[in-house]
């Protein structure tokens, strides 16, 4: 059963490390690009902190300052 999490809620702790790695490395994994660009995102319950931080990753990497790594 899905829920909608709290708006105010924190990114959960992967999500959170994932994309500070990327921010971080400058470098986005092929497997990473396709999670954060599929269709399966908005399936997925996401609370507004982690759709920030998935849309800043997205931000960066349409810009062309992430490579994306094999």
């Known amino acids: 059963m899905m829920t909608v999490a709290n708006a105010t809620s ?3 702790p992967a999500i959170a490390q994932l994309v500070a790695r990327i921010l971080e490395t400058g470098q986005i994994t092929r497997s990473e690009q396709h999670l954060l660009l599929s269709d399966l995102i ?29």
């Not at 908005?42 to 790594?69: D, F, H």
């Open 42 to 70: 908005p399936l997925l319950v996401c609370n507004l902190a982690e759709q920030q931080l998935i849309a800043q990753v997205l931000e960066v990497l349409q810009a062309g300052r992430l490579s994306v790594i094999d």
């Open 10 to 12: 924190q990114p959960r």
